[in-house]
């Protein structure tokens, strides 16, 4: 099934390298601008206008609530009927250290606000967290692929795994453009699409 989108494209996959293409640009632009300090670190507002901004010339629902249930492979996302709640209480969480923002991190995946994009979305929003509270961001390049992916599948029920492998990959260089522009890339090559480099659009 194809999303309906405002590109008019009807093929799996012309529509996710176009996806790929146009919200890595609006990514890049998201950065350069100086816009995402201005956001609420750890607000589900924040995480909502990174998401609108990256994929609002692709699709209609850019930064809106799902109103569908959501699952991936035997895992479902939070119920769409209880999905506000859930954000409310996310938004109360504390993220004053690095293990309560993982479990932050965690609770919002938990959630999948969004129809499409949410990964991508969250991992900006995860490296805000961490910027402006721990003074640190995530080097994605630094990540496993494979590794995260079985953490995060695992983390509702044992979240220590998904830290350890975070922590060993944190690092100080939060206003590298190149630090950031790896997070984009991972966060394309995480979803399994073709990679665009970003330091290319």
């Known amino acids: 099934m194809v999303l309906e989108n405002k590109l008019g494209i009807d093929n799996a996959v012309d529509l996710a390298r176009e996806e790929e293409?146009?919200?890595?640009?609006k990514a890049v632009a998201l950065f350069e601008s100086g816009a995402l300090d201005q956001l609420k670190a750890g607000k589900f507002s924040a995480l909502q206008a990174i998401h609108k901004y990256l994929f609002e010339d692709?699709?209609?629902?850019?930064?809106?609530?799902?109103?569908?249930?959501?699952?991936?492979?035997?895992?479902?996302f939070a119920s769409a009927m209880y999905l506000e709640a859930a954000l409310a209480?996310?938004?109360?969480?504390?993220?004053?250290?690095?293990?309560?923002i993982i479990e932050k991190y965690v609770e919002m995946n938990i959630a999948h606000p969004f129809r499409e994009g949410n990964g991508r979305s969250?991992?900006?929003?995860?490296d805000l967290i961490l910027k402006k509270e721990l003074g640190q961001v995530i080097d994605w390049s630094k990540v496993n692929k494979e590794a995260?992916?079985?953490?995060?599948?695992?983390?509702?029920?044992q979240d220590m795994e998904i830290k350890y492998i975070l922590k060993a990959a944190l690092t100080d260089k939060v206003?590298?453009?190149?630090?950031?522009?790896?997070?984009i890339d991972h966060s394309y090559y995480y979803e399994g699409y073709t990679i665009f480099k970003a330091e290319e659009l």
Not at 148 to 157: G, K, Q, V, W
Not at 175 to 183: A, L, N, P, V
Request: charged share 30%.
């Open 58 to 76: 692709i699709y209609d629902f850019a930064g809106a609530i799902r109103t569908v249930n959501l699952a991936k492979g035997n895992f479902r």
């Open 89 to 100: 209480q996310i938004d109360k969480m504390p993220q004053s250290s690095f293990d309560a």
């Open 148 to 157: 995260y992916l079985m953490a995060m599948e695992r983390s509702p029920i």
């Open 175 to 183: 206003d590298s453009r190149e630090i950031y522009m790896k997070g």
């Open 122 to 126: 969250m991992r900006i929003w995860l």
């Open 21 to 25: 293409r146009i919200s890595k640009k």
